[in-house]
T-cell receptor
């Protein structure tokens, strides 16, 4: 059973389009994240949700809008895609936001969604 | 500003040739230091968490150690299947919420 899953695995689209990436975790975790990994393999936090509520919103263009319908799902919608949005997007989850902030919980990552904007 | 720097960027070893990867960090206060392994086309896979200077963790051929300024991932007698990118990340006191700060990784290639 996959603990953290993402769909789609690959996404190729034209500039200006709107697209969504979905994430689901079956670990029973309360906290979920979106990270972006650029072409130099550098992973950076974008958003964090705890029990469907936004707790981290890093400096990300407002074309990116996360949505958490329930604590097992965190989707990422991107409007008006730009060339610079091409990257690998990883979803992650951890048990509990408070314990995670103390470094006491591990973040588990999904397989990634490879987005290419042409 | 909190920072994590990993070196070297790339490391090539022969099978059985032991070596170490370095992760140095500058944070106001360390909550935890994490090591992940990332295979091509996959997500990071958790390896270890270290919390305080002097702590060590081991798993098969890997051993992680922590000082007040850096962490080392020692690889003893590596095998080709150890080839991957190794990522270091920190949970810092002054970081918003639960964000991990990652280094850029060390890509390890082990040839037989």
């Amino acid at each position: 059973d996959t603990a953290v899953s993402q769909t789609p695995k690959y996404l190729v689209t034209q500039m200006g389009n709107d697209k969504s990436i979905k994430c689901e975790q079956n670990l029973g975790h309360d906290t979920m994240y979106w990270y972006k990994q650029d072409s130099k393999k550098f992973l950076k936090i974008m958003f964090s949700y705890n029990n469907k509520e936004l707790i981290i919103n890093e400096t990300v263009p407002n074309r990116f809008s996360p949505k958490s319908p329930d604590k097992a799902h965190l989707n990422l919608h991107i409007n008006s895609l730009e060339l610079g949005d091409s990257a690998v997007y990883f979803c992650a989850s951890s048990q509990d936001a408070f314990r995670t902030a103390l470094g006491k919980e591990t973040q588990y990552f999904g397989p990634g969604t490879r987005l290419l904007v042409l | 500003e909190d920072q994590v720097t990993q070196s070297p960027e790339a490391l090539r070893l022969q099978e059985g040739e032991s070596s170490s990867l370095n992760c140095s960090y500058t944070v106001s206060g360390l909550r935890g230091l994490f090591w992940y392994r990332q295979d091509p086309g996959k997500g990071p896979e958790f390896l270890f968490t270290l919390y305080s200077a002097g702590e060590e963790k081991e798993k098969e051929r890997l051993k992680a150690t922590l000082t007040k300024k850096e962490s080392f991932l020692h690889i003893t007698a590596p095998k080709p299947e150890d080839s991957a990118t190794y990522l270091c990340a920190v949970q810092a006191v002054d970081q918003a919420g639960t964000a991990l700060i990652f280094g850029k990784g060390t890509t390890l290639s082990v040839s037989s």
